[in-house]
């Protein structure tokens, strides 16, 4: 089975029974909807029963319906557009607790990203991030938000932290003129992966950086480019991205820099604790 399951259903469109044609026709044509469907509900939708579209995963070479339900699911997440994301969403989650089933889902997202993640990789990481002359971070659409969180922290801690701000591509290049393999890029993305993450993640490799790549999975673009890779679930909610595993990857990745590098971080709390109060930044309990 290749990477593009849609391209692999057409081609075998010829050698299917006309209930199986069904089914690959709603496929094709509807691959977003269908990647959320149980097999009884794609059943019910194209006319067939569920037993036969447990059959036709088998035919496509899949262990059981949901192996090609998660690989539907791959397939669409790169391809789905805002408005197909919302159009999913309102049939994921019609009806009573939208707030339990959403944050059930995210719970379940930092689990699957526990259970996952590589230790060894997240701990090479930091040892890059500790030894780097100049930290870059960059994170386009969505992943701006992780990336400017990224580069508030790491700089309470590090030196030289540098937030590539996304904008036009010559842009983005002009600012990574001066990296060098003394150097590290973090490169942030999740789909739809934005081509100018992936411009400014070539270019920092090519220039020797070592690149740590935080993305969604092993067929991420940016694995290529990367020396290390810590993978995050995200997945559809709405229109929206769904951030919670990402961030809380984040979080683990600021709070072992910060401890490898405590007597800095300390330091630079301490002076940030007597900026504040010298300028009332935070109210105060007995403040009226």
Known sequence: MSA??????????????KSQKYIARYITEHYEKAAFMTAAKLGATVGVSESTVVRFADEMGFDGYPEMQKALQSYGRNRLTTLQRLDISNDRFGGDNLLKTVMMQDIERIRCTFENISETAFNEAVDEIIHAKTIYIFGAMSSDILARFLVRYLSLSCENVVHVQPINSSGILQQLIRVTSDDVFISISFPRYFNNTLTATA??????????????????????????????????????????????????????????????????????????????????????
Not at 4 to 15: G, K, R, V
């Open 203 to 288: 270019f920092a490799k090519k220039c020797g950086a070592d690149i740590i790549a935080i993305t969604d999975s092993d067929a991420s673009p940016l694995v290529e480019y990367a020396d290390q890779v810590l993978l995050a679930k995200s997945d559809i909610i709405s229109y929206a991205d769904s951030l919670a595993a990402p961030l809380s990857l984040i979080n683990a990745l600021v709070a072992a820099v910060g401890m490898r590098n405590s007597t800095r971080l300390a330091e630079t709390l301490t002076r940030l604790e007597e900026v504040w109060a010298e300028n009332a930044a935070y109210k105060k309990d007995d403040d009226k």
């Open 4 to 17: 593009n399951l849609i391209a692999d259903i057409e081609e075998m469109m010829p050698e299917f029974s």
